[in-house]
């Protein structure tokens, strides 16, 4: 049975230094990032869970720009966190990575936040990871935790899909942990497929040719909308089990909301409140009224107007609450906060997992208010 370390993280404020920056592809970077003493002089050790993900808190002038990153390095390695980030052109918070970060510039965050990892999922003997693009960036940080903490008592079978070998990540990592029988690998790729890896892109029959006992598995799988759809798919053909199954998902990051005029120039990388000086954003602020429009968030001890169809995330941002985001679609969940008075519609229910409907929790990119809402956040 796998064992976390003895201390975790909870999730805090973090003021991160990039001391490093790695090119893995042609559109691929990997930020090495160290975290930075607190007010009290002390630096929390990164003892994540591995899987977990990181919230970046940029600002564009008074308006919070959340961005959610998976952790690819594993907690055995505590003195650095590792973001592996892929450059969309139409992506903001990315291209600023890419673009504008620079080794010794600081970053705040908050974290880490998720359920897809090692501990959380409990799984079998037999771990099968599938991935597709970025979305092998959670299975590398469980990998690493594995083979950093000898879990000889754990198979891989790690099947990876990309479009061309010029984007497979981590290939040669990947190789060398297989060499020492560390996993079974197997690439996949859409293109121009070299000897050794497979082409196209995953199917049934190649999963249980590379898996033949795929029923006695736990199978982890992390990558775009299409690509979760058919692992699914393919695996409910299979008759396999889906109480073993477990996904972390994303969106498209051009598909995000962003403040209105940001570029990757424009964003703050520190975090904080917004100045006093900087121009009240367009709400009316005023002492509220009966009936009137508000979300009150119960941790932060905050409560704010809304416009007419407004996501909470919409009015969180505004007030300087990080939300962790991720594809702001409402397809990964990751945004999911309970709702404790009043009714909120939202656009897709498919982020929120068996029952958590029911008990009271919503998604908070595309959940928006209906009258007075009450939002633990």
């Known amino acids: 049975m796998l064992q976390p370390l003895s201390s975790q993280w909870t999730p805090t404020r973090l003021t991160l230094e990039c001391v490093d920056i790695e090119t893995e592809t042609h559109d691929v970077k990997s930020f090495h990032l160290r975290v930075l003493p607190n007010a009290a002089g002390e630096a929390p050790l990164c003892l994540h869970r ?4 990181l919230t970046l808190r940029l600002r564009h002038g008074d308006m919070l720009v959340p961005r959610s990153y998976t952790i690819a390095s594993p907690p ?17 918070v990315s291209r600023y990575l890419h673009d ?8 705040a965050a908050q974290g880490p936040g998720g359920s897809f990892d090692l501990f959380s999922v409990a799984p079998r003997r037999h771990i099968v990871m599938l991935s597709g693009g970025s979305g092998i960036t959670p ?3 469980m990998l690493r935790y594995l083979q950093d903490r000898r879990e000889t008592g754990y198979r891989v079978s790690f099947l990876h899909s990309a479009r061309s070998p010029a984007d497979l990540l981590f290939q040669g990592e990947l190789t060398a942990i297989a060499a020492r029988g560390g996993a079974k690998l197997g690439f996949i790729c859409e293109r121009d497929a070299l000897p050794g890896m497979e082409a196209g892109f995953l199917t049934r029959d190649m999963l249980q040719a590379h898996v033949p006992d795929l029923h006695d598995c736990t199978v982890l799988t992390c990558g775009p909308a299409p690509y979760m759809r058919a692992v699914r798919a393919m695996l409910g053909e299979a008759g396999f089990d889906m109480a073993h199954y477990h996904e972390e998902s994303f969106g498209d990051p051009a598909e995000r909301r ?9 964003l703050r990388a520190d975090g904080g409140e917004p100045a006093a000086s900087a121009a009240p954003p367009p709400v009316d602020h005023q002492p509220a009224k009966a009936g009137q429009n508000l979300v009150h968030f119960t941790l932060s001890g905050k409560a704010a107007p809304y416009r007419p169809g407004e996501t909470i995330l919409d009015v969180a941002s505004r007030e300087g609450i990080a939300v962790p985001t991720n594809c702001q679609m409402g397809l990964c969940g990751t945004c999911k906060a309970h709702c404790s008075a009043g009714q909120v519609a939202m656009d897709d ?11 009271g929790m919503v998604l908070t990119c595309c959940g928006r ?9």
């Open 139 to 141: 299975m590398m940080s």
């Open 349 to 359: 229910t498919e982020g929120l997992g068996p029952g958590e409907l029911e008990q």
């Open 50 to 53: 591995p899987g977990q993900f």
């Open 258 to 266: 962003n403040p209105d005029g940001a570029t990757p120039e424009s």
């Open 369 to 377: 208010p209906q009258g007075a809402v009450s939002i633990a956040l």
């Open 100 to 107: 504008v970060l620079r080794i010794g510039d600081r970053l």
């Open 76 to 92: 055995s390695r505590p003195m650095l966190l590792t973001l592996t980030v892929k450059r969309d052109p139409d992506g903001l």
